[in-house]
């Protein structure tokens, strides 16, 4: 069988995506191909690495790319991670399953490191439970 790809989608492609693509990477194993893209990449959050790393996913090799990079390319799915990206998300051709999850912005938390840190966890618990649930419908 041949490799699934996945494009998770953000505005910024620097935290949610980016966790998005090591959480997919790591639970779907030799499955899926999976990418990350921003509509306005940014640089990757080291609070997203830092969190990660807590869960034993190493994402600091991982970098921003525009979107724009795969267009015309064939991805099984489109999962768009933050609404922005959702409406501004360019249409992907032939038979590509859009989907989107709607999470908050983990780099709009305030307050102390710990206190950011807490944010970006909550996020990347969520982003694994959505996994989670696509691995189950998609094997």
């Known amino acids: 069988m041949d490799k699934r790809r996945v494009l ?4 910024g492609n620097s935290a949610r995506s980016q966790m998005a693509e090591g959480l997919l ?21 080291p609070e997203a690495i ?16 525009y979107v724009d ?10 999962i768009t ?3 922005s990206a959702n409406e501004a998300c360019p249409v992907f051709p032939g038979n590509t399953t859009r989907l989107h999850w709607s ?8 307050g102390s490191e710990e ?8 996020i990347r618990d969520q982003i694994r439970r ?4 696509f691995l189950s419908n998609t094997r």
């Open 115 to 122: 206190a950011r840190l807490a944010v970006f966890r909550k």
């Open 25 to 45: 990477r790591h639970d779907g194993g030799d499955d899926f191909e999976v990418n990350s893209a921003g509509t306005h990449p940014t640089a990757v959050r």
């Open 69 to 78: 990079k795969f267009i015309g390319q064939h991805c099984d799915y489109v």
């Open 130 to 133: 959505h996994i989670a649930a």
């Open 81 to 83: 991670v933050c609404d």
């Open 50 to 65: 830092k969190v990660m790393d807590e869960i034993a996913i190493d994402i600091s090799g991982q970098f921003p790319k």
């Open 8 to 11: 998770f989608v953000c505005t």
């Open 103 to 110: 999470f908050e912005d983990p780099a709009k938390a305030q």
